[in-house]
């Protein structure tokens, strides 16, 4: 039951961060953002498993995730904010980051020896397409402009999060999954307090709004969101679950429509449905050859 319910509750979990960091990001730097986010999850997680005598990692183990932690969420987030901050049209972020699957999908049968049969890269060739579609029409064409700087930065976020996912698959799959949280936001923490020391006023503005967002960012995100997406890919290949990113710019647009009256297109309808078939496919499992 949690193998089959587990995707599209992390699809429906990461797809709110979008509406968490909307509301949150008039009260704080991205970086300032991103430390109080963090710090907060360690403060809740580190007394919490205490209590339930979770077991901590080996010295070695512990190290690892905290690299992990570092690109997966320090690196990934910080850097695809601060390109967008300093400029990048969030369209243009998501699209370059919309290629995660696909880079995935690439490097996977290289370093860790999974096998992707034709039909799934139809399944992936279609997501791709239908990401675009949902995209694309909330560009506006005053914001297009894309700076060397921003663009980089945004490849880095998009090469860190491609990365992680390898790198957990290959070397920290079988952790106890509880276990590696704390050392994975000691890594993320880490990476985005020295960037808000280096870059950023650290100035925050505390509201109610922000307070909320921040909870439901901790909760949702980090904690919720987060455990589904290493249980998935200790369950599955590494590819096959990257496929799920797909989804996220689709239902992001829905809960954008929902609660910000965001305009909704009849192509990016055509585009989620596109999405949808494609993410289909690459579920299916492998035809065994005759």
Not at 12 to 34: C, D, N, R, S, V
Not at 89 to 112: E, K, M, R, T, W
Not at 138 to 153: E, G, H, L, Y
Request: aromatic share 12%; hydrophobic share 60%; net charge positive.
């Amino acid at each position: 039951m949690l193998i089959r319910l587990a995707p599209w509750l992390f699809v429906t979990m990461w797809a709110t961060g979008y509406i968490g960091m909307k509301l949150g990001a008039p009260y704080a730097e991205p970086m300032t953002f991103l430390s109080i986010r963090f710090l907060a999850v360690l403060a809740l997680l580190i007394p919490i498993f205490y209590v339930l005598g979770v077991p901590q990692l080996p010295r070695r183990e512990w190290l690892r995730a905290v690299f992990i932690g570092a690109w997966l969420h320090g690196i990934y987030l910080g850097a695809v904010l601060w390109a967008i901050k300093n400029g990048l049209a969030a369209g243009i972020a998501a699209l370059i980051i919309s290629l995660q699957p696909i880079v995935v999908s690439i490097a996977a049968p290289i370093f860790l020896g999974e096998n992707i049969q034709p039909r799934h890269w139809l399944g992936l060739l279609l997501g791709s397409f239908g990401v675009v579609l949902v995209i694309f029409p909330n560009f506006d064409p005053a914001d297009a402009a894309i700076s060397s700087q921003t663009f980089i930065v945004c490849l880095l976020s998009l090469g860190s999060i491609t990365f992680a996912t390898l790198y957990q698959k290959a070397k920290a799959a079988n952790l106890d999954l509880r276990a590696s949280l704390i050392p994975q936001y000691v890594g993320a923490a880490f990476v985005v307090s020295v960037a808000a020391l280096a870059m950023e006023t650290r100035e925050v503005v505390w509201s109610g709004q922000l307070l909320f967002a921040q909870a439901w960012l901790v909760l949702v995100l980090s904690i919720g969101a987060v455990s589904l997406f290493l249980y998935l890919l200790r369950e599955n290949e590494a590819w096959r679950t990257s496929a799920l990113f797909y989804l996220i710019p689709p239902v992001t647009a829905l809960f954008a429509w929902l609660v910000f009256d965001e305009k909704l297109t009849a192509v990016q309808l055509l585009g989620m449905g596109i999405v949808m078939i494609g993410v289909l496919i690459v579920r299916q499992p492998h035809q065994q050859a005759k």
